[in-house]
């Protein structure tokens, strides 16, 4: 899973084949934020999920929130060769964001 | 359509010399402006956010100095000095900065930075 100290993790799947990706953090949130960023890019953001949610959906993935166990998780079903990339979680405070330490996803067509 | 423009979008830097970097915002509905590095192990961090003209900041990390700039309401720069590793820096902008965790940031293309 993503944040604290942990390095970049990398996950290499086959095209069709559903993934999670998992984010733990050490200070309450009530938002996080999931952004992809693909190769020669800037990050984007991909999905918001607020604490009253614990689940949000948009097309084919599925974030959830857990504040009792201050974690995260982005599921992709149905995973696409163009959903190649690397997967931030984050904080936002304010004007401020704190990323993850980010997944690095590699579908294989 | 894009919000942010960034140059230059590369640049080799000889070790010890410093480089400006340009950032033009395109719609003033996103006025909250940022800079982000992303260093080698691809991991992002904060360094700046600027509202208002003349506002400036300094910031030292390892491996970088830098030195940020808001020259007008749609222009941002970053003086980057002492860059020991490579790097990228992305500039930001935002439609709300205090107080709002829901604000979505949107990212420029980004300008890579490398050590000669």
């Known amino acids: 899973s993503q944040w604290g100290e942990e390095n970049l993790q990398a996950l290499s799947i086959q095209e069709g084949e559903d993934v999670t990706m998992n984010c733990s953090y050490k200070t309450y949130t009530t938002v996080v934020q999931w952004y992809r960023q693909k190769s020669g890019k800037g990050p984007a953001l991909i999905i918001l999920i607020r604490s009253n949610e614990r689940e949000k959906r948009s097309g084919r993935l599925r974030a959830t929130l857990d504040t009792s166990s201050q974690s995260s998780s982005l599921s992709i079903t149905g995973t696409l060769a163009t959903d190649t990339a690397v997967y931030f979680c984050?904080?936002?405070?304010?004007?401020?964001?704190?990323f993850g330490t980010g997944t690095s996803l590699l579908v294989d067509p | 359509v894009t919000l942010l423009e960034q140059n230059p979008r590369w640049r080799l830097v000889p070790r010890g010399q410093a480089v400006n970097l340009r950032c033009i915002l395109k719609?003033?509905?996103?006025?909250?402006m940022s800079w982000y590095q992303q260093d080698l192990q691809k991991q992002l961090q904060w360094l700046f956010t600027?509202?208002?003209?003349?506002?400036?900041?300094v910031k030292s990390l390892p491996g970088a100095d830098y030195l940020a700039t808001r020259v007008t309401d749609t222009e941002l720069r970053l003086q980057v000095a002492n860059m020991s590793q490579g790097r990228t820096l992305y500039c930001t902008c935002s439609a709300d900065g205090g107080g709002n965790n829901y604000a979505e940031q949107f990212f420029g293309p980004g300008t890579r930075l490398t050590v000669l």
């Open positions: 600027l509202r208002s003209p003349g506002d400036k900041e």
């Open positions: 984050a904080r936002n405070m304010g004007y401020k964001l704190t």
């Open positions: 719609n003033s509905q996103y006025p909250w």
